[in-house]
């Protein structure tokens, strides 16, 4: 079956000074954006995950630091970036695992070098900002492009979390693939893991596919091995936060087990995401994982299951070593094995 066109979600955009984005805690109920005057509410948004996604949390936080210096009055312009540099950092330590918020950050951080005044500071660093909202939707669209080329008429892709419109600029990344494919003609259906602690998959992945009218269908996470032991799973396609020039991959939590499986199973498993994902100095052992917020875990939508004097362990990413990882879907083409090898040759 082919989707049939819908408007396309847009997930982020800039309205007269304020910066709107989807909230996806609301979804799938409510369709409603989340409003942002001043960094400090571009930081909550991020934490508390009304805004989601690397790629989407990126060019989000690079507005938050537009937002940053249009506070900024009076003073000199050294004084102005340093305001900005403490902005800066407070913004890429909201969520410290994904590779993309520091990155946009930082590259608007550059461009306040640009500014000749205070006045101007801001119209500078929107400029970057739009640059890279520009860029990373671009990015997606290429993504989807080369991703195409891996899927078969009929096949059924297994995805974890969100990787969709819902977590970049638009159109996705895992998703950016399956969306393509579908507009290539070919008929491909979804199996979109829960994603427990916050049902990323069930509520956002099957909110976007059902728009777009392609056939998904959610599963508990645990389920993931067993249907592809069935050979029900043609192949997995997931998204990332931060890979390393090793090849590691770090995305959420619950991936490592579908890399496994699929390993065992002989299910080929793709990575998708923009060269915006990349991280070529970071060693594997010194990538920060998210520790959330034990209730994400021991309730489900606000109920308390667990007993009350029980504890939980909430580590929201996970890293795939390289070894399975069949190739990584890039906006610059497909990275194959040996990954190492090939990062270096394509992005070193
Ligand atoms: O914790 P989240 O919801 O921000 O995690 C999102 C993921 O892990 C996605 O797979 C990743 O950001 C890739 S998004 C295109």
């Known amino acids: ?29 409510r369709l409603v954006y989340v409003r942002m005057r001043t960094v400090d509410q571009v930081c909550s948004a991020i934490r508390s995950m009304k805004v989601r996604g690397a790629p989407l949390i990126g060019v989000v936080g690079a507005y938050g630091l537009v937002l940053a210096a249009m506070s900024v009055r009076g003073g000199d312009l050294e004084h ?31 461009a306040s070098s640009r500014a000749r005044s205070v006045k101007s500071l801001s119209d500078e660093l929107r400029r970057e900002a739009d640059m890279i909202l520009r860029e990373e939707l671009e990015a997606a669209h290429k993504i989807g492009r080369f ?19 819902l977590a970049t600029a638009g159109y ?3 998703l950016a693939v399956v969306r393509s494919a579908v507009e290539e003609g070919k008929r491909v259906s979804v199996i979109a893991t829960e994603t427990r602690p916050l049902l990323q998959g069930s509520r956002l992945t099957a909110f976007e596919l059902a728009r777009d009218g392609i056939p998904v269908r959610v599963i508990c996470d645990s389920a993931a091995a067993q249907l592809m032991a069935q050979g029900v799973v043609d192949k997995v396609v997931v998204g990332a936060d ?9 995305n959420k939590i619950g991936t ?3 890399a496994l499986g699929a390993k065992f ?3 080929p498993f793709y990575v998708a995401a923009p060269v915006s994902t990349l991280d070529l100095v970071t060693d594997a052992s010194q990538v920060v994982i998210e520790e959330r917020d ?24 996970d890293i795939t070593p390289p070894e399975l990882v069949t190739g990584i879907v890039t906006d610059s083409g497909v990275v194959r094995q040996p990954l190492a090898e090939n990062i270096q040759k394509m992005f070193g």
């Not at 034990?294 to 929201?316: D, I, M």
């Open 1 to 29: 079956m082919t989707g049939k066109k819908r408007d396309s979600l847009e997930p982020v955009r800039w309205k007269n000074g304020v910066l709107e984005a989807i909230d996806t805690t609301r979804l799938p109920s």
């Open 80 to 110: 102005a970036r340093s305001r900005l540099r403490k902005s800066a950092d407070t913004l890429v330590l909201t969520r410290p695992t994904g590779v993309n918020l520091r990155w946009a950050v930082e590259r608007v951080f550059k």
């Open 147 to 165: 991703g195409a080329a891996l899927i078969e008429d009929e096949d059924t892709v297994l995805t974890h979390c969100n990787a969709g419109s």
């Open 172 to 174: 996705g990344t895992a």
């Open 242 to 250: 931060r890979i390393l020039g090793t090849g590691h991959v770090t």
């Open 256 to 258: 490592l087990p579908i």
């Open 265 to 267: 199973c002989g299910v």
């Open 294 to 317: 034990q209730q994400e875990v021991l309730s489900v939508g606000g109920k308390r299951f667990s007993p009350r004097n029980v504890g939980a362990l909430n580590p929201a990413f």
